[in-house]
């Protein structure tokens, strides 16, 4: 790979040993290559023809080491824009490993005990969703912490919140981190002046909490006067 010239370059986003994220700026190569297997197993396996791809950042960065991605694929990249389609993909790769820590240690989806394939079928499409919907509000409170609380909450939520944690200021629009930051800490977040945003299982713990507290509010309003 080291004789195959650089075909253009493309902007990802890192983050360093601190939290911090940046914007920084990686070299690609690629091409098409014949991979064979290890010596003593060629009988077993095929040689395959694989797209490599070597993205490189120059220069030594303060914090972390240097991005250096070699990525191996049996889909074509023909020109530069198929080449830094599958390194889009890839750099989202800690996104889909964060979404797995969620079905796994917050979800438990490898306790379950169900025997059938169907059943564990239906089982993971519903905590798909549960798991999404925690991944996605963590990841909306650091991108857009100015939206509004309806965007991501039920009406219903936001009345629990309210009740749970009143807001003595009285915002007219009140921002949705204010709401997260109330689900997070019954998870375990404890709201330092320097701690980071609120991760994905302090939500996932807190939305627990939540959904405990919406079941008995929901009850309250079906029997409590009748």
């Given at each position: 790979?080291?004789?195959?010239?650089?075909?253009?370059?493309?902007?990802?986003?890192?983050?360093?040993?601190?939290?911090?994220?940046?914007?920084?700026?990686?070299?690609?190569?690629?091409?098409?290559?014949?991979?064979?297997?290890?010596?003593?197993?060629?009988?077993?396996?095929?040689?395959?023809?694989?797209?490599?791809?070597?993205?490189?950042?120059?220069?030594?960065?303060?914090?972390?080491?240097?991005?250096?991605?070699?990525?191996?694929?049996?889909?074509?990249?023909?020109?530069?824009?198929?080449?830094?389609?599958?390194?889009?993909?890839?750099?989202?790769?800690?996104?889909?490993?964060?979404?797995?820590?969620?079905?796994?240690?917050?979800?438990?989806?490898?306790?379950?005990?169900?025997?059938?394939?169907?059943?564990?079928?239906?089982?993971?499409?519903?905590?798909?969703?549960?798991?999404?919907?925690?991944?996605?509000?963590?990841?909306?409170?650091?991108?857009?912490?100015?939206?509004?609380?309806?965007t991501a909450?039920?009406?219903?939520?936001?009345?629990?919140?309210?009740?749970?944690?009143?807001?003595?200021?009285?915002?007219?629009?009140?921002?949705?981190?204010?709401?997260?930051?109330?689900?997070?800490?019954?998870?375990?977040?404890?709201?330092?002046?320097?701690?980071?945003?609120?991760?994905?299982?302090?939500?996932?713990?807190?939305?627990?909490?939540?959904?405990?507290?919406?079941?008995?509010?929901?009850?309250?309003?079906?029997f409590v006067?009748?």
């Open positions: 790979m080291a004789r195959e010239p650089i075909q253009g370059g493309r902007e990802v986003e890192v983050r360093d040993d601190q939290g911090r994220v940046s914007k920084i700026k990686v070299h690609l190569r690629f091409c098409r290559m014949t991979v064979h297997p290890p010596i003593g197993k060629q009988r077993h396996y095929p040689s395959l023809s694989l797209t490599v791809i070597h993205a490189h950042e120059r220069g030594t960065p303060e914090g972390r080491e240097p991005i250096c991605w070699k990525l191996l694929t049996n889909l074509p990249a023909d020109d530069l824009a198929s080449a830094i389609e599958k390194l889009d993909w890839y750099s989202q790769r800690w996104k889909l490993e964060t979404y797995h820590k969620v079905l796994k240690s917050g979800c438990q989806a490898e306790q379950s005990k169900l025997r059938t394939a169907d059943h564990v079928t239906n089982l993971l499409a519903m905590l798909c969703i549960i798991g999404w919907r925690v991944f996605w509000l963590t990841m909306l409170n650091r991108e857009c912490p100015e939206a509004e609380a309806e909450l039920t009406k219903t939520e936001i009345e629990i919140l309210d009740r749970l944690v009143p807001n003595s200021k009285k915002i007219a629009r009140p921002k949705l981190s204010n709401y997260l930051l109330a689900i997070a800490k019954p998870g375990g977040y404890l709201a330092r002046a320097k701690d980071p945003p609120p991760g994905n299982m302090v939500i996932w713990r807190g939305m627990s909490r939540l959904t405990d507290i919406h079941i008995g509010f929901d009850l309250r309003a079906k006067g009748n």
